[in-house]
């Protein structure tokens, strides 16, 4: 199972500022990676696959990086609806393995 | 527009069957290249994807719960279902269906649905 780790586990930030958010895979995923953001009381809303490609209706802030083993979500610019909890997840083994989350970093308003 | 809503009894009882279904509507289950999956998400926890399957009747399952699950799809009715053989209160979760293309992430999600197991 490729495990996903996921640094730091809160990050308090403050709005109009920047937010670095990190995910690192056990094994290469090469560029098998997404990125989810979840509100309270919300499932996932896709942001980013392919590790760089905005999902549809993404707003520009929100940007991905990285390949292999270590990744990146970087949101500039924080506005009062990004501070959510974000996840990481890669799909490389497909089939048959298992897709696997990250444990999630928990943004929050500084 | 492509809605996905979860049914469950919300309720179980340790070393019963959870029984899941996922009901789709603005389209069909049988439209080529989806995959039909459940996630769940134990509270406080990261998601955990469960099982997948496609029109074609085609499945995947997480290895560490396949001994555990039977994942279906009716086209006739155009819903999946998920069961979970002897459950324990480590089944708690919040337990989401999503669609997703063949090696791709997951695109679109149900509101999800509570599974408590409890006696």
């Known amino acids: 199972e490729i495990v996903l780790t996921q640094s730091p586990a809160t990050l308090s930030v403050s709005p109009g500022e920047s937010a670095t958010l990190s995910c690192k895979a056990s094994?290469?995923?090469?560029?098998?990676l997404a990125w989810y953001q979840q509100k309270r009381g919300q499932p996932p809303r896709l942001l980013i696959y392919?590790?760089?490609t905005r999902a549809t209706g993404i707003p520009a802030r929100f940007s991905g990086s990285g390949s292999g083993t270590e990744f990146t979500l970087t949101i500039s610019s924080l506005q009062s609806e990004d501070f959510a909890v974000y996840y990481c997840?890669?799909?490389?083994?497909?089939?048959?393995?298992?897709?696997?989350f990250g444990q999630g970093t928990k943004l929050e308003i500084k | 527009q492509m809605q996905l809503q979860e049914s469950g009894p919300g309720l179980v009882k340790p070393s019963e069957t959870l029984s899941l279904t996922c009901n789709v509507s603005?389209?069909?289950?049988?439209?080529?290249?989806?995959?039909w999956g459940w996630i769940r998400q134990p509270p406080g926890q990261g998601p955990e994807w469960i099982a997948s399957?496609?029109?074609?009747?085609?499945?995947s399952y997480n290895p560490s719960l396949r001994s555990r699950l039977t994942i279906s799809a009716d086209m006739s009715r155009n819903h999946v279902s998920l069961r979970l053989s002897s459950v324990t209160a480590a089944d708690t979760a919040v337990y989401y269906c999503?669609?997703?293309?063949?090696?791709?992430?997951?695109?679109?999600w149900g509101q999800g649905t509570l599974v408590t197991v409890s006696s």
């Open positions: 399957i496609y029109y074609t009747g085609t499945t």
């Open positions: 999503a669609r997703h293309l063949t090696g791709r992430p997951f695109g679109l």
């Open positions: 392919t590790a760089s």
């Open positions: 094994q290469s995923v090469s560029s098998n």
């Open positions: 997840q890669q799909y490389y083994k497909w089939p048959p393995g298992a897709y696997t």
């Open positions: 603005g389209g069909s289950i049988s439209n080529s290249g989806y995959y």
